[in-house]
């Protein structure tokens, strides 16, 4: 089973976090969204790779560089 790409967790005012979590956000409740890292990750290499070919040398530098930061996290 793939992971989902994003999740939502509920939570109650100023209360803890649920041990549940679900991909569509929970009504009546204020929700914490999560993403997948490596969900991020495919995209950006897919933005840099579309900047690479269009020599945006800019962009392709700031890419590289949130690249970088998240592979750090």
Known sequence: MKAPDKIYIQTNKGEAFSSKWTTIPFRDF?????????ALLEWLNRML???AQSFEFQRNY???KVIDRINEM
């Open 30 to 38: 204020e929700n914490t969204e999560y993403i997948r890292k490596e």
């Open 49 to 51: 790779e579309i900047s």
């Open 62 to 64: 700031a890419y590289g």
